[in-house]
């Protein structure tokens, strides 16, 4: 299966500021990424879809302004959580679509706090 | 709307109990099914998955899922469980309709005691 790595794995930013958080595939070209959402003993809520070359698909409540996802290349996608605030810090997980059909494999995750 | 439920939040067991946890989700197509794990500091892994066919399935470490279409159900289940099983344990459900998007359930926190 593709090995995914993301960074930083946490960060902690002050309230107002920007962080970008990467999301790579290691050994596996994908044209799909997705971007998850993890609150503490909540599931993950699937963010956005990230696509290369291309917008990303954003589900539903999920402010694109927000957070601003851009897959530039087949082995790097990045989410951007602009003008960040307390309510935004969570577990931020990215997953890769590679192999079988529809097999996600997902990244370690990166933890945000905002402060 | 896609949705899809674990019952169980927590669930503790001796080494050797047999387990199933419970999965049922919401959506009259065809779907995909999915048994996710996340061992203690580490990254969701997959455990097995359904596409279609034979409605038992078998994974990796000893568990399997069987797909009952008239309950909506996919539960969990390993005969005798292990200390390193510890974990929580995530179903996921996709529709064939909107390919790759999946939608996960809230979770099973697995504990087993040595």
């Known amino acids: 299966g593709a090995v995914v790595s993301q960074h930083p794995s946490w960060v902690i930013c002050k309230s107002g500021t920007s962080v970008k958080i990467e999301c790579r595939s290691l050994?596996?070209?994908?044209?799909?990424m997705f971007w998850y959402r993890q609150f503490p003993k909540q599931s993950l809520m699937l963010m956005a879809t990230?696509?290369?070359?291309?917008?990303?698909?954003?589900e539903q409540g999920v402010e694109k302004d927000k957070f601003l996802i851009n897959h530039a290349s087949l082995t790097l996608s990045t989410l951007t959580v602009t003008s960040a605030h307390p309510e935004d810090s969570s577990f931020y997980i990215c997953?890769?679509?590679?192999?079988?059909?529809?097999?996600?494999?997902f990244g370690p995750g990166t933890r945000l706090t905002v402060t | 709307a896609q949705s899809v439920s674990q019952h169980n939040h927590h669930v503790i067991l001796s080494e050797a109990a047999s387990l199933e946890l419970g999965c049922n989700y919401s959506?009259?197509?065809?779907?995909?099914l999915f048994w996710y794990v996340q061992y203690p500091g580490q990254h969701l892994q997959l455990l097995l998955k359904?596409?279609?066919?034979?409605?038992l399935v078998k994974g990796i470490k000893g568990f399997e899922a069987e797909f009952i279409k008239s309950k909506f159900s996919f539960n969990l289940r390993k005969p005798s469980v292990q200390w390193s099983d510890t974990a929580e344990y995530f179903c996921?459900?996709?529709?064939?309709?909107?390919?790759?998007?999946?939608?996960f359930g809230s979770g099973t926190r697995l504990s087993i005691r040595p």
């Open positions: 997953s890769v679509e590679a192999g079988e059909a529809y097999e996600q494999y």
């Open positions: 050994d596996f070209q994908a044209t799909t």
């Open positions: 990230s696509n290369e070359g291309s917008k990303a698909t954003y």
């Open positions: 959506y009259g197509g065809t779907v995909n």
């Open positions: 359904y596409f279609s066919g034979d409605p």
């Open positions: 996921a459900v996709m529709s064939a309709s909107s390919a790759s998007k999946i939608i």
